[in-house]
Nanobody, 121 residues
Framework: QVQLVESGGGLVQAGESLRLSCAASGSIFRLNTMGWYRQAPGKQRELVAV???????DYADSVKGRVTISRDNVKNTVYLQMNSLKPEDTAVYYC???????????????WGQGTQVTVSS
């Protein structure tokens, strides 16, 4: 059984910073791309940032320059450092990982339970 457990969300004021963490655990054969998505009330879930196992990174235009994604391949953990937060960053942030479990021929996407980030003005 694979689990993605997020932590680090909370309530901050505009301009402040937060660091989200997501640890993947369980029976993992190979961990491919990891990333963060967010969903604000009444909106669709959207990409924030992704990082491949080789370290290639993509950011949403709305967060470029304010957000840094990184990963620790030993700990199977992905991080999201968010600076200069804005009220429009308020959302539930979800961790995503594409991974392969032992015995399976293909990789599947897994999601964390989400962590709330609220930015007050």
């Amino acid at each position: 059984q694979v689990q993605l457990v997020e932590s680090g969300g909370g309530l901050v004021q505009a301009g402040e910073s937060l660091r989200l963490s997501c640890a993947a655990s369980g029976s993992i054969f190979r961990l491919n791309t990891m990333g963060w998505y967010r969903q604000a009330p009444g909106k669709q879930r959207e990409l924030v940032a992704v990082i491949t196992s080789g370290g290639r990174i993509d950011y949403a235009d709305s967060v470029k320059g304010r957000v840094t994604i990184s990963r620790d391949n030993v700990k199977n953990t992905v991080y999201l450092q968010m600076n200069s937060l804005k009220p429009e960053d308020t959302a539930v942030y979800y961790c995503n990982a594409e991974l392969k479990v032992p015995g399976m021929a293909v990789a599947y996407n897994y999601w964390g339970q989400g962590t709330q980030v609220t930015v007050s003005s």
